[in-house]
């Protein structure tokens, strides 16, 4: 049975959140590596393209004959911008934890095999977006304008404040109608701040077939597949 709402789970080393297996998305995939300190995993991308994106700690991480060493500088999503790793499809890769670690691996579907690389926090651009109290922060990490370096994959980092709309005014993605929309998958995975804060995703459609609303909390993700889908955070988000 697919879902959209997957609820956080601690789980030790590398734990898959979202699959095309238990959610309505065709493309998209997310999973989650935690590590404590000189702790190693060892993967393959199989059918994927990867971002792997340090939430917090320090990592080193080696594919394709490249190796980059204590990656990461943040205690906490919130102090200042990611460090990402790229990670083509049909690669084997190994991340050994130079401190605890948090990693999210994004993960899209892909035939086209490119060369890794990093981006690192001085390289992301930074967009103040919205008005009213739909203003918030976008940190664009691997934008559109990449397609020469990966094949699907878009991956960014939205900072809301208390009261803030993300995905505001409400827009949707679900059909090819260029330039006033676009098909494209969309995973939600949310950071709260304080911990124990919430905020909530709404889910609709024109017809009214699909109108929902989660509450969502930290370490909580959303797989969008269809429909207009704008985030209201109580705390930061």
């Known amino acids: 049975m697919s879902s959209s709402h997957f609820k956080a789970d601690q789980v030790k080393g590398y734990q898959d959140i979202i699959d095309d297996e238990f959610s309505s998305l065709n493309y998209l995939a997310l999973s989650k590596l935690l590590l404590k300190e000189d702790e190693e995993y060892k993967g393959l991308t199989t059918e994927y393209e990867a971002v792997l994106v340090i939430l ?30 790229y990670i083509p499809c049909q690669t084997e890769y190994k991340v050994i934890a130079d401190s605890d670690v948090c990693i999210a691996v994004c993960k899209a579907k892909a035939e086209e095999k490119f060369k890794p690389f990093i981006v690192q926090p001085d390289d992301i651009v930074v967009n103040q977006r919205g008005g009213g109290n739909w203003n918030r922060e976008v940190h664009d990490i691997i934008p559109d304008s990449m397609k020469n370096r990966v094949q699907r994959i878009i991956v960014g980092e939205t900072f809301n404040s208390s009261g ?55 370490g909580d993700s959303f797989a969008i597949s269809e429909g207009y889908h704008p985030i209201v955070c109580c705390w930061r988000l």
């Open 56 to 85: 917090t700690g320090k990592a080193s991480v080696s594919c394709g004959g490249n190796h980059w060493s204590e990656l990461g500088e943040r205690n906490k999503v919130f102090e200042g911008k990611a460090t990402v790793v």
């Open 164 to 218: 803030e709309w993300s995905s505001y005014p409400p827009h949707k993605h679900d059909r090819d109608n260029y330039p006033e929309e676009v098909d494209l998958e969309e995973i939600y995975h949310y950071q709260i701040e304080p911990e124990q804060g919430f905020g909530v995703q709404l889910r609709y459609t024109n017809d009214g077939i699909t109108d929902e609303a989660y509450t969502v909390r930290n």
